[in-house]
């Protein structure tokens, strides 16, 4: 089936076209998101479906403009790959890091009350130095990234990026003075 066959059957059958365009296409898109993405099957294929639901929708305008399938697909696949890869390392960022957690978690049961740990963890934030304070601020109350906190602070990305990190580890240490312990 060439193209301008495919494109006619996603417009007059969808169900049968996207059935025929992931059976030509669904190996390149494949290897395009495993470049790209983390090796989870669910991620991939949802990424995998996106991009196929964008062909349906760009049908019409694909067959107007007389694209070729092949090289569109392999785009289409990788911005959608590059949109989900920059989406999980945000949400990725904005979890504070495994150690951090669970000290977190145990001072809110050493405290009897989550709340007090988020207390002392505002208290600790509240008392750093500039510009740590506000990049923490930034990062993890108005959910920036490290590059939007770069550009406003005036940093380099890497620079955002060392201080989150050694501000954690501080964070860390300090909550483990008040009394909560890591076990291994």
């Known amino acids: 089936m060439n193209d301008r066959d495919l494109i006619r059957l996603l417009q007059k ?13 669904a190996p390149l898109v494949k290897a395009v998101l495993l470049r790209i993405l983390p090796r989870d099957p669910r991620v991939v294929e949802e990424c995998m479906a996106d991009t196929f639901v964008a062909l349906w929708r760009y049908a019409p305008r694909l067959e107007q403009q007389a694209t070729p ?10 911005n959608k790959g590059i949109d ?3 989406t999980l ?4 960022a904005l979890s504070l890091d495994a150690e951090l957690g ?6 809110a049961e050493f ?4 709340s007090e740990a988020a207390d002392w963890v505002g208290a600790l934030v509240a008392a750093m130095d500039p510009p740590d304070r506000e990049i923490f601020l930034r990062k993890y109350y108005l959910l920036q990234s490290s590059k939007e906190i770069a550009a406003a602070l005036g940093m380099a990305e890497n620079t955002v990026n060392t201080r989150l990190s050694r501000g954690r580890e501080r964070l860390r240490r300090q909550l ?3 009394g ?3 076990h291994a």
Do not use: C, F, N, S
Request: net charge positive.
């Open 84 to 86: 989900r890869y920059h």
């Open 102 to 107: 669970e000290t977190i978690g145990k001072l």
């Open 176 to 178: 483990q003075q008040k």
């Open 13 to 25: 059958d969808p169900d049968a076209g996207l059935q025929a365009a992931m059976q030509v296409y």
């Open 180 to 182: 909560v312990t890591r």
């Open 89 to 92: 390392r945000r949400h990725t």
């Open 111 to 114: 405290d009897r009350a989550a």
């Open 69 to 78: 399938l092949r090289p569109w697909v392999a785009v289409t696949a990788r």
